[in-house]
């Protein structure tokens, strides 16, 4: 379908506030933080920070008891963004879905390059599960889960914890990176134009990997020799987002390894417009469906 009018404003709105050729990583991160797109999220009855050895965390409890929980890694080309620019979505999250979501402030490139994003958003998973009761959740109901960068992380430490044997209820990827060769159908036609750009994508593969190898599984999920095993999936795209065909390739790789997953692609809208509901009607939509996929993995009743 054509683009969303939303996504057409909204594309209008970036147009005019363009980037520079060679984007300054603190500027842009200064940005990241700044984006009124996203909200503020609701109250909820604790929000925590703490940390897993030097990795900072958040973690929002949406009720007392012990309850499921979701390990939350945010996107931003893991060069940019960080805590405060995922909380929006972390708030929204653990209500809509009833269960904690703890929240990995992993370790950035260009300062912390590949694979410091994947030790760190793995050494944060592992903690939830091991010390479940600490955290007040459940140890054989924890997901992970993520938008952009975020979604790829989640994608590549699901599998690490299957090759270590820690079990996990779920995988929750939005708009997720799971590919490494910035040449599908999709990253080519909408390269330009559609808000993250190829141009983008490459300026953030650059910083993140620097010399290292790009098939590596830990980069790329899509390349991993086998999926069989990993936690049942819940994979976002969107229509006009470069990321789209890997996302929905990983999706059915994932099915063809014998991996629970569900598939669902919203027409009209543009990468990440999950994270933007004070832009994107579709967005509220999305949220629902992803935490009630999220609930149903737990084995709680649909809301």
Same mark, same amino acid.
């Given at each position: 379908?054509?683009?969303?009018?939303?996504?057409?404003?909204?594309?209008?709105?970036?147009?005019?506030?363009?980037?520079?050729?060679?984007?300054?990583?603190?500027?842009?991160?200064?940005?990241?933080?700044?984006?009124?797109?996203?909200?503020?999220?609701?109250?909820?009855?604790?929000?925590?920070?703490?940390?897993?050895?030097?990795?900072?965390?958040?973690?929002?409890?949406?009720?007392?008891?012990?309850?499921? @929980?979701?390990?939350?890694?945010?996107?931003?080309?893991?060069?940019?963004?960080?805590?405060?620019?995922?909380?929006?979505?972390?708030?929204?999250? @653990?209500?809509?879905?009833?269960?904690?979501?703890?929240?990995?402030?992993? #370790?950035?490139?260009?300062?912390?390059?590949?694979?410091?994003?994947?030790?760190?958003?793995?050494?944060?998973? @592992?903690?939830?599960?091991?010390?479940?009761?600490?955290?007040?959740?459940?140890?054989?109901?924890?997901?992970?889960?993520?938008?952009?960068?975020?979604?790829?992380?989640?994608?590549?430490?699901?599998?690490?914890? =299957?090759?270590?044997?820690?079990?996990?209820?779920?995988?929750?990827?939005?708009?997720?990176?799971?590919?490494?060769?910035?040449?599908?159908?999709?990253?080519?036609?909408?390269?330009?134009?559609?808000?993250?750009?190829?141009?983008?994508?490459?300026?953030?593969?650059?910083?993140?990997?620097?010399?290292?190898?790009?098939?590596?599984?830990?980069?790329?999920?899509?390349?991993?020799?086998?999926?069989?095993?990993?936690?049942?999936?819940?994979?976002?795209?969107?229509?006009?987002?470069?990321?789209?065909?890997?996302?929905?390739?990983?999706?059915?790789?994932?099915?063809?390894?014998?991996?629970?997953?569900?598939?669902? =692609?919203?027409?009209?809208?543009?990468?990440?417009?999950?994270?933007?509901?004070?832009?994107?009607?579709?967005?509220?939509? @999305?949220?629902?469906?992803?935490?009630? #996929?999220?609930?149903?993995?737990?084995?709680?009743?649909? =809301?």
């Amino acid at each position: 379908m054509p683009l969303h009018p939303q996504s057409v404003a909204f594309l209008e709105i970036m147009r005019t506030g363009a980037a520079p050729a060679e984007p300054d990583i603190a500027e842009m991160r200064a940005a990241t933080r700044m984006n009124p797109h996203r909200g503020a999220g609701p109250e909820l009855a604790a929000v925590e920070d703490a940390a897993v050895g030097a990795i900072p965390i958040r973690t929002y409890r949406p009720a007392d008891g012990v309850l499921p @929980a979701l390990v939350y890694f945010h996107g931003g080309g893991w060069s940019i963004g960080d805590l405060n620019s995922a909380d929006p979505m972390c708030r929204r999250l @653990a209500a809509e879905a009833g269960c904690v979501v703890v929240s990995a402030d992993y #370790r950035l490139a260009p300062e912390h390059p590949f694979p410091a994003a994947v030790e760190d958003a793995y050494a944060v998973t @592992a903690d939830v599960v091991r010390r479940a009761g600490h955290y007040g959740v459940a140890p054989d109901a924890v997901a992970v889960g993520g938008d952009s960068a975020g979604g790829n992380l989640a994608a590549v430490v699901a599998r690490l914890a =299957r090759d270590e044997g820690m079990a996990l209820a779920h995988q929750l990827l939005m708009c997720p990176n799971t590919d490494s060769g910035l040449d599908s159908p999709s990253f080519t036609e909408f390269g330009e134009g559609y808000g993250l750009s190829a141009a983008a994508m490459a300026w953030f593969f650059g910083h993140y990997l620097g010399a290292a190898d790009r098939s590596d599984p830990r980069v790329a999920p899509l390349r991993a020799p086998d999926l069989s095993g990993l936690p049942p999936a819940t994979i976002l795209t969107a229509e006009y987002d470069i990321l789209r065909d890997e996302g929905e390739e990983y999706a059915r790789a994932l099915a063809a390894a014998g991996v629970p997953v569900e598939l669902r =692609r919203f027409d009209g809208m543009i990468h990440n417009f999950i994270t933007m509901p004070e832009v994107f009607d579709d967005a509220a939509t @999305a949220r629902a469906w992803v935490a009630d #996929r999220l609930r149903r993995s737990f084995g709680q009743e649909e =809301r």
